[in-house]
């Protein structure tokens, strides 16, 4: 299967460290998850920071960076309604063919979608629904995640996981 | 140059960069009178006409809470994205954990439930 390559925005990073679940981006065959300098930047608590520290070095996602003059354009362009982390991700995923991982909504959905076209993006619930499919979680473990962000303010639109599997 | 700051709230030392930008001084006027700033003239004269200092710590307030009222609105009519605004909250001393509490105070959040998104042929 071919890899798709996913930039993946601090708010799914952030997640996923609280849930203490970074492992699940290396297991996730056919997919190449990787995080701009300036996302890493917005991950700020220590025990968030140390969960990705340990995940890259795992090798469970790689660092990028934003090169060239039309990414670097691009990137400042975004940074007028957007965040760093949020500019840098959409830039890379438009310029290189990149799918995106972000729990953003709104202003910023609209303009992923807009940009990248339907089909490229990805969120938490998307990655836990993807893991219970690949059986690297359980519908009840799934679950349980989702209790955990719900206290968080992560809020998902469904009772459990099994109404949408 | 005294009464003038006053007038419009500004320190003394803005108001004679303000004056510098309109043209109304010469860059050697600008600097003979930064220096008497300096030195402590523009206080005393304050003084000697019982004015008050102007109140940075009210000023800074005030254009914390219009900037923050400001970027929300931007928010809301998703005119700006939530980590812009989170950038522009913190810019003002606004903690993530207290933007989100505003954003649940003003129903921001409520529409704001996740459903899962995946790449195509995964659906």
Not at chain 1, 31 to 54: H, M, N
Not at chain 2, 21 to 43: D, F, I, P, R, Y
Not at chain 2, 84 to 102: P, W, Y
Request: hydrophobic share 45%; net charge negative; proline share 2%.
């Amino acid at each position: 299967m071919a890899e798709r390559t996913v930039v993946v925005d601090a708010n799914v990073l952030i997640n996923l460290a609280h849930l203490d679940r970074l492992d699940l981006l290396g297991s996730l065959e056919g997919f190449d998850f990787v995080i701009p300098q300036e996302v890493r930047q917005e991950v700020t608590s220590a025990e968030a920071r140390a969960r990705l520290d340990g995940a890259l070095s795992l090798g469970h996602l790689r660092e990028t960076g934003l090169e060239g003059l039309e990414t670097l354009t691009l990137f400042a362009d975004f940074l007028q309604i957007m965040g760093q982390g949020e500019s840098a991700c959409l830039a890379l995923a438009t310029m290189r063919g990149w799918y995106i991982a972000s729990d953003e909504k709104r202003a910023f959905l609209r303009e992923a979608q807009r940009h990248l076209g339907p089909g490229r993006i990805l969120n938490t619930p998307g990655l836990l629904l993807l893991a219970i499919r690949r059986r690297l979680l359980t519908v009840e473990q799934a679950d349980e995640a989702k209790a955990i962000l719900e206290r968080c303010r992560f809020r998902m639109a469904f009772g459990s996981f099994r109404e949408i599997l | 140059m005294v009464l003038l700051a006053h007038h419009f709230g500004v320190s003394r030392t803005a108001a004679l960069y303000r004056l510098r930008n309109l043209h109304l001084l010469s860059q050697a006027e600008l600097a003979v009178l930064l220096a008497e700033e300096e030195a402590g003239h523009g206080k005393r004269i304050s003084g000697l006409l019982g004015l008050p200092e102007p109140d940075h710590a009210a000023g800074r307030g005030e254009f914390r809470s219009r900037l923050l009222g400001l970027a929300l609105e931007a928010y809301r009519r998703e005119k700006i994205t939530r980590g812009k605004l989170r950038e522009l909250a913190a810019g003002v001393g606004v903690s993530g954990d207290d933007l989100a509490a505003i954003l649940e105070g003003d129903g921001l959040q409520d529409d704001e439930r996740s459903v899962p998104l995946l790449p195509e042929g995964f659906e």
